[in-house]
Nanobody, 125 residues
């Protein structure tokens, strides 16, 4: 059983920053999990944002966040992070943390078996 809990969402002005955290509790080693962030904008489908492999050395990003967002993980604390800088109104969404039983980073939602409850990020213009 893997449980995920996101925190760090909120309301921020355009150009501001937020750092999302995803705490993972699991009976398996955190390093056997690939981690990712997805988001669901209002009225739209959930979409991939960023993913990271078990070692943290390999990461993937959707084009719209490259250079602004950074995904990372602290394997000693069983926690993944999403640092979001230079936020834009179009980044407004519910952000979900997800875990996959894979050592390498994966970008497809269907590969992620475990999901958090989501945290709201609202960027005002």
């Amino acid at each position: 059983q893997v449980q995920l809990g996101e925190s760090g969402g909120g309301l921020v002005q355009a150009g501001g920053s937020l750092r999302l955290s995803c705490a993972v509790s699991s009976g398996r080693s955190f390093t056997t999990l690939a981690m990712a962030w997805f988001r669901q904008p209002p009225g739209k489908e959930r979409e991939f944002v960023a993913a990271i492999g078990w070692s943290g050395t390999r990461t993937f990003y959707t084009d719209s966040v490259k250079g602004r967002f950074t995904i990372s993980r602290d394997n000693a604390k069983n926690t993944a992070f999403l640092q979001m800088n230079n936020l834009k109104p179009e980044d407004t969404a519910v952000y979900y943390c997800a875990a996959a039983t894979a050592s390498y980073a994966v970008t497809s939602q269907v590969q992620y078996a475990y999901w958090g409850q989501g945290t709201q990020v609202t960027v005002s213009s």
